[in-house]
């Protein structure tokens, strides 16, 4: 008799639970779809060059880039005639600005936090574009500095 309560018991229990969660449920499906957020999901994601229908450009193209780093970087003191390569990757953001600047291949000298100070006076780029709408876009750069003694 005690084990017959006990069932009788739990299984009140769960139909109580069962008939909480029917009746909490039913108004949130009677109000009907949802509002779309403010910030769709995708709008944060990032996208690599060779997915976009445009990839970004900065103002007067490759030339205008090479003249840029050409004018604005100032080549830290290093010993000895050298040749090194700094390679570094931002976002270029659907306004045309950079953000989340990286230092992934530094030979040292303060070359890598040069590319970077470099980097952060550009204007503004054109932004790269998938399906002719401007997206967050991942751009790796490799800059050469030669060191003349």
């Known amino acids: 008799m005690k084990t017959t309560f006990k069932l009788l018991k739990k299984i009140a229990a769960a139909f109580c639970c069962a008939a909480c969660l029917l009746l909490t449920s039913a108004p949130l499906s009677a109000q ?6 403010s910030i769709m ?3 944060d994601t990032v996208y690599d060059p060779g997915e976009l229908t445009k990839t970004p450009e900065f103002p007067g193209g490759i030339n205008g880039l090479y003249s840029f780093v050409g004018k604005t970087y100032k ?3 290093m010993s000895g005639n050298m040749s090194e390569k700094v390679m570094i ?3 270029v953001e659907p306004d045309g600005t950079l953000s989340n600047y990286e230092i992934l291949k530094d030979p040292g000298y303060g070359t890598g936090e040069e590319a970077i100070r470099t980097m952060k ?3 503004k780029w054109q932004p790269g574009e998938l399906n002719t709408k401007p997206v967050r876009v991942q751009y790796s750069m490799p800059i050469l500095i030669k060191n003349k003694a």
Do not use: T
């Not at 009907?32 to 957020?37: D, N, R, S």
């Open 75 to 77: 080549v830290p003191k």
């Open 89 to 91: 990757r931002f976002i």
């Open 121 to 123: 006076l550009s204007p």
């Open 32 to 37: 009907g779809k949802p509002k779309k957020p």
């Open 41 to 43: 999901p995708w709008e």
